[in-house]
């Protein structure tokens, strides 16, 4: 049969559908060049020491873990990126945007020469669907990259199995291998997708062996299975020494973990289903189910009369591994489900990255709808997706932009004060919490040292200040010893008359800046039945001074036991030593009371207009406390404490009981009338501190719930709702009447 030709109608769609992906493409562009800085935020600031030259074990750090990730693929990809950039954090993100505008483009394509040369206008549906504004964090965000890279990686197998399903050729078979290779090297979100795909080409390279085709088949046959046994090593190889992250609170169940699955799922149109996850769910997930319905059915062999005839065999191919592509983006929702179940009591929704991990299945579900069958069903189906994106691009891409003002606000902020001379120390102190919350502000400060010295970007302008230290200034050298044989690591932290600090010339070698830039923490050495640490300190000065345990003696880890609390004043009868017992034991659980020290950690929210505040939080990796320490007014779930806060003006405070030395997480949960409906948890990346002793923090408040301020996006969601809901009955109905009339 002669291949259709490509009419006039389907030049304009093809103008059309290129026209939109330009425009998608320019506009994401335009927001790099704009909004864009080069600042690490968050992981970022783990590609620093490999940067600069800082990272010992290169090897190492390629493989290890972050969170329940191992990434040396996007790792390597990053740090050649930046290696390449000099040193720009910029370059991650402008691949990622040409990389999914790639993908876009390549999906287009894919479905041009399925038909035969043949655009249609609803092919426009990939490049709204995976370069709007909404997926903000995955395209202006250097780490997630990360992402990135596991989607592009399905996608390429995705495309082959549409393209070519039998995968019968070496070029075919080597791009499928290839990505199923390389995707669990993409971090636990890129393995997740490979199951059901490697069984599918598997099954593919067994077949074409049995065959005995012709040399070509038999060459992608060799490539095929070659490819899926080295899959399988490296996914094995994975779990070597793989450990659980422990901040991660246990899974609360069957039931939360299908509801987290089925919400991972319907985030795939864009972070503006957050407004109803009950309208859009239901949505979303029938648009799946019809889709996989219309696999299975085309598996079927069709009636004609009162015979049955075989459908054709390459599309029964395509309908196999379109079903296989199914497979693998319901085992990434299963298991998205089953591992941020409980973390979402803690964010209170998905943060808006996930978005790009759930859009492949939307797009299999478009290349379901190409199968052959009914046109008319398929048409309907094609242009019901591509209407559902194009109706939620606004409100994905005011989503989108929420992110967009709170990243660029934090960003200039620390800019304005690099420019302003602000040192490093109280650098690192005021905008770790935006920068990366979850590393001490020393630490932080180090990594913005390593910038500095090697002249990278912003920080290179950064003002390090002169050592004040007066060469008359006496000194006295104070040894202290530490009496506690099962530790495995221990720091001092210690601080001068009131933890005041002393000048860095006379700081003890690997000293590092606390949380509260006052604190200094050092390092102890092992000797025998304890730790030793020498300071030297001036003349007539007092010793504030207390002990961090990170570690059993066993090379077990701890989160942070602290002992401390403690004060020396000058005595010449110690002749410059001190011995320190332990006021702990390490067989005891910090968090079941025992010898635990707890400080009170003061929380003021505010100002805001909300009418109740309530604080949810939790200890070391979001753990409960026993019920008796509880403090007033206070709830919990299966995870997690929630205290009411306590009003004081436009502002609302807690007193919440803290292990020292731990660390305290925590978000907020706003009433604006009946109910908690609006949460600020820092953007999906939520607050919290290591708490060393009583202090109190305040949070300012970037919500504001004003009555009535979702008026238009009420009036948006009727419209859009009105408008699904009509394209799901139709679908149906069509779909009901097709296999109605293929059983007669």
Partial sequence: MTPPIATGSSRAARWFVWAVWAGMVAIALWHFAHYARNLPLAEDWDLVAPLTGHQPDLGRWFWSQNNEHRLPLPRLMMLGLLKASGGDFRAGMLFSIIAVAGLAAAMIEVARRRRNGRTRYTDAFFPILLLEVGDWQNLFWTWQ???????LLASIALLAIVRRPGLDTPGVALATGAALILAPLSGGTGLVFVPPLLLYAGWQGVRLARAEGSPSERRAATILIASAAL????????????????????????????????????????????TSWTLWGTIANLLLLAATARVVFALRAPSSGNRRVAAPWEERQRAWGLLACLMSVA?????????RAAVLDVYNGWPDRYVLLAAPAFCIAYFAWELTGHDRVNRFARATLFALAALLLPLNTAFGREWGSWYVGGMDRVMRDIQDGVPPDVLADRH???????????????????????????????????????????????????????????SLVWGIDGWQRVPASIRPSG??????????SSPMRREEDGFTATLAIP??????????????????????????????????????????????????????????VLVMETIRY??????????????????????????????????????????????FTAALPVPAGRRLDFAFQLDRGDRFDVNDNNYGRNYGFTAVRDSSITVESRLTIAAGSGLLTVLWIGMVSLLGLAGLAGLSALIVGRMTTAAR
């Fill in 145 to 151: 990259l990360s992402f990135v890279v596991s989607v």
């Fill in 539 to 596: 003349r007539g000065s007092s010793l504030d001074y207390g002990f961090v345990i990170t570690a059993r003696n066993d090379h077990d880890s701890l989160s942070a036991l602290w002992d401390g609390n403690r004060r020396y004043e000058p005595n010449p009868a110690s002749r410059g030593v001190v011995d320190a017992d332990p006021g702990l034991s390490l067989l005891t659980n910090p968090l079941q009371g025992g010898d635990t």
């Fill in 231 to 274: 899959t399988i090593a490296v996914i094995g190889l994975y779990f070597v020494g793989y450990e659980r992250p422990g901040w991660i609170p246990r899974n609360p169940g069957l039931g939360k973990s299908l509801v987290t699955a089925l919400q991972f799922q319907t985030y795939g149109l864009g972070p503006a289903v957050r």
């Fill in 511 to 520: 000293t590092v800046l606390t949380r509260s830039s006052n604190a200094m």
């Fill in 606 to 651: 505010g100002p805001t207009d909300a009418r109740r505040v309530r604080i949810v939080w939790g200890i070391a990796g979001w753990q409960r406390l026993p019920p008796g320490l509880y403090p007033p007014r206070t709830r919990t779930s299966s995870l997690l404490m929630t205290t009411t806060m306590q009003q004081d003006g436009p502002s």
């Fill in 432 to 490: 770790r919490e935006f920068l990366i919350h979850f590393w001490d502000a020393g630490r932080l400060e180090a990594h913005m040292q390593m910038l500095h010295d090697a002249g990278i970007g912003p920080f290179r302008a950064m003002r390090i200040a002169e050592d004040t230290t007066p060469s008359s200034l006496r000194l006295d050298s104070l040894t202290l010893r530490y009496h506690l044989p099962e530790a495995g690591a221990v």
């Fill in 331 to 339: 085992g990434v929702a299963a298991g998205m489900g089953y591992g």
